[in-house]
Structure formats: structure tokens, C-alpha cells
């Protein structure tokens, strides 16, 4: 780019107190252990320390590190932070990014086509007028189905910003944050995301699909990022939420949700050695899924791939996929489960997938079983030990598997994993992970 003005840079009540001051002061220290130990004194240039994860396999996880000064951004709009992103190749680089960056500051209304009326589109295919047996791909262009394709196409034009190999995104202070964006890491390497708060891009053109289910259902688009076929990628200290557009306060229509959002972060289509660190993943449904199908055409991609570490993330008041996985090899440790009234599962056991979960803290309803942590969608073994829930050390697939004797799992993954960080007792994880994940905490 030729210039640009956002670069830049005794009794026993005694004893009690003395034993639970001696637990705050060592998981204190704890803390402060099991977090990356970073040299560089600019949060912008750190790497990720070696073994800490998939993602530092190999060469590890890099980023913009070697950015010279020429490629270091700050950004606070989101023209600024795309420019910024298809500036220049593939040199390294450092976005950073100052306040709330909205991808839809405009508004829905900026990407409707012309012609396109939402009414028009509920009166047409209304399942009295409808029917239920015919989906809508074959509709015209110049029909309300038509008018809303050419309206979610622009809208995927507008909200889609692709990151480029060598590239650290990271939040200046506690407010910055991404809004109604979709980050897309695709066929990419050496990628860092840090510091930020992502709310969940809001699918403004849904489509409706009469046969999708018994009752037919709204389909959206838009994670809020998505590592697809890229390798070396690391997500730290982040938080992701539905932010000013939760579930519950959509409508329905057709008497079914109107649902706007997809996931919170997708690692699909062979994509490989990826660490998801410190995060709070919160108030969403679908939340993360790894490995997005069980057909033969994706198990080509992604047999031998998918390898993917989540440790001492915050996964609260979601519903389900945390994560959801096929395929991959899978590490999930100390993080803290924080469940609500509408809670499904925790983790989704899918097709050829070797999941590890284990030092795990697990804070469920009064009511709501163990056996729901655990959702088998395929007969992959997986290894689940040292997990506590509601503070009892519980076999998560035993659990499971007296709840659901038809359709048990087996255990052992096959594999063990050896690119941790300091491994915390599971009794320790609530304490750490509440007060030391999302976006806003990087020290």
C-alpha cells in the first residue's frame, strides 16, 4: 500500500484459613504457571512456546513475529483491518486492533438486494402454500428465494476477511473486538489470533429448507472463524459470544427458531496442528466442530489431520460441540465446563475421531447427569480420565455408557498426547481458568 495513517506500533477454624489461603496462593502460582511463558515484552511479537499444543509441532506457531515496521498495523475499522490484511503477500505481519471493529456497522439493509422483501419470502413458502416436500434450490432468480441468495451473497462478500500466512491478529488493551465478522484461516500457515472479543456474525438472509427435518428448519452461515486447510495456527486468550443477538431472543417462524448463527470456530478440510488456548466460549449453540463431514470425499482430506489441542478454555452456557469431532486426534485439557438449564453435550465423539479429555472441571445444574458430557454420534474410542464434575473425580464414559447401555463407548483413543503446558489437578481448573481465560487477560 503507498501510505497509511493506522500502522504504528492451630484451632481448626485457623487451620481451615491457613489451608484455603495456601490454596489461593498455590493456584495463584499455578496460574502463572500454566500460562505461556513469553520472553518479548510486546505481546504483539510473542510466539508460541514450544510444546505447548498441536499447533507447536514441527516449526511451531510463529505468526507476524519478524514483522518489520513497515508491516505492523493498528486498525479500528473494518475497510482498515482488511486492507491491512491483503497488504503485501505473504510478509509477516502484526494487525492490531483498537476498539470495536464492526464488519455490518450498516446494517442488514446494506446487503439486501433489490427487491428482496422478507414478508413476501414468509408468505411464499409458508408450508400451507409450500408444502414441505420440495426445497427451494430450484427456485428462479427473480423469485423471494432468488433475491435472498443474491442478498447472502453479498452479505459473504462483505463479512468474509481472509488472513494470510505469517499474520498475528491481536487486540490492543481489554475492549477491542471483532463484530459480525467471519475470519477465515484458509490454506494457510503461521497464524495468530489474540486478545479479542468475537461476536458471532448474525446471518441476515437465512434459508428456509421444508426438508430438512420432520418440520423443516432455518439454515445459516458464518463462523466466526474458520481454520480451513491451514496448519500452525494458534487462538489465544479470546472470548466468542452471541453478544447483542443470543438465541433466545430470535423469533421463530414456521414454528421453528429463525436461526441466525452457525458456529463459533470451525477447524475443517484437513487442517492441522492447531492450539486453542485461554479462551471463553459463551452463551451459543453450536459452538465448535472439527471435522465438518462423515462422507468418504471429506475423510480423504481428513484422515491423518485434524490435530487440534484446547486447553484452559472457558466453555460457558453453551448447548452443544465442545468440541464436536471426527477424524482428528483431539486434546482437551483443563478447561472448565460452566453448563446452563439447555445444555445437550459437552463432547461430540464423531466418526474416526481419537479424543483425549482429561483434567477436566465440569460445573453442571442441579439435575443434570454426567452422562451428558458425553454424546456418541460413532463407535470411536476416546480416553477420558481424571475428570471432575460438580467437584467429584467422575469416569465420564462410564457414565455414559450406564445411562446409555445401547449405544456405549469404548475407551482407550490409541494415542497419548505430549505437547502440554503444566498440567493442573482438575480440582485446581475452576479457579485458574475463570480468572484467567478470555479476551482482556493477556499479560
Request: hydrophobic residues 40%; contains cysteine.
Amino acid at each position: 500500500m503507498s501510505t497509511h495513517v493506522w500502522h504504528g506500533h492451630a484451632t481448626k477454624r485457623t487451620a481451615a484459613l491457613v489451608g484455603c489461603t495456601a490454596l489461593v496462593l498455590s493456584l495463584t502460582a499455578a496460574t502463572a504457571q500454566a500460562r505461556p511463558g513469553h520472553h518479548h515484552r510486546d505481546t504483539a511479537r510473542q510466539t508460541l512456546p514450544a510444546g505447548d499444543g498441536w499447533a507447536s509441532q514441527g516449526a511451531g506457531t510463529t505468526g507476524g513475529a519478524a514483522a518489520d515496521a513497515e508491516h505492523v498495523y493498528t486498525v479500528s475499522t473494518w475497510a482498515e483491518f482488511r486492507a491491512a490484511l491483503a497488504a503485501d503477500g505473504t510478509a509477516p505481519r502484526i494487525i492490531k486492533v483498537r476498539g470495536t471493529v464492526d464488519a455490518v456497522s450498516e446494517g442488514c439493509e446494506a446487503f439486501a438486494a433489490p427487491g428482496y422483501d422478507f414478508d413476501a419470502y414468509l408468505e411464499k413458502y409458508a408450508p400451507e402454500n409450500w408444502g414441505m416436500d420440495t426445497d427451494l434450490s430450484a427456485e428462479p432468480d427473480d423469485s423471494p428465494e432468488g433475491l435472498r441468495r443474491v442478498s447472502a451473497a453479498q452479505q459473504d462478500r462483505s463479512i468474509k476477511a481472509n488472513v494470510p500466512s505469517n499474520t498475528t491478529i491481536i487486540g490492543v488493551g481489554r475492549g477491542a473486538a471483532l463484530k459480525g465478522a467471519s475470519l477465515q484461516i484458509k490454506g494457510v500457515d503461521n497464524v495468530i489470533v489474540r486478545n479479542l472479543t468475537f461476536e458471532s456474525p448474525v446471518d441476515c438472509f437465512p434459508q428456509w429448507d421444508p426438508t430438512d427435518g420432520d418440520r423443516g428448519n432455518w439454515n445459516s452461515e458464518y463462523d466466526s472463524a474458520v481454520v480451513y486447510g491451514s496448519t500452525h495456527v494458534w487462538l489465544d486468550h479470546n472470548t466468542f459470544t452471541d453478544g447483542d443477538h443470543p438465541d433466545s431472543a430470535a423469533p421463530t417462524h414456521f414454528g421453528m427458531l429463525y436461526q441466525q448463527h452457525d458456529g463459533q470456530l470451525d477447524i475443517v478440510k484437513g487442517a492441522d496442528y492447531v492450539t486453542a488456548s485461554w479462551n471463553v466460549f459463551t452463551e451459543h449453540d453450536k459452538t465448535i466442530l472439527i471435522g465438518n463431514s462423515d462422507s468418504e470425499s471429506t475423510a480423504a482430506v481428513d484422515r491423518g489431520h485434524l490435530k487440534a489441542t484446547f486447553h484452559h478454555n472457558l466453555f460457558k452456557n453453551l448447548v452443544e460441540r465442545a468440541p464436536r469431532v471426527r477424524f482428528g486426534q483431539v486434546d482437551v485439557y483443563n478447561n472448565h465446563f460452566v453448563a446452563s438449564d439447555d445444555y445437550a453435550y459437552s463432547f461430540g465423539v464423531g466418526k474416526e475421531s481419537a479424543l483425549v479429555a482429561e483434567h477436566n472441571a465440569f460445573t453442571l445444574p442441579a439435575g443434570v447427569s454426567p452422562a451428558k458430557v458425553l454424546k456418541r454420534w460413532n463407535d470411536s474410542p476416546l480416553s477420558a480420565a481424571h475428570n471432575r464434575v460438580n467437584g467429584r473425580t467422575v469416569d465420564l464414559v462410564a457414565a455414559h455408557n450406564a445411562a446409555n447401555p445401547d449405544a456405549a463407548l469404548r475407551s482407550g483413543a490409541g494415542w497419548k498426547p505430549t505437547l502440554r503446558t503444566k498440567v493442573l489437578p482438575s480440582r485446581a481448573v475452576p479457579f485458574v481458568v475463570d480468572h484467567g481465560a478470555g479476551a482482556g487477560r493477556l499479560r
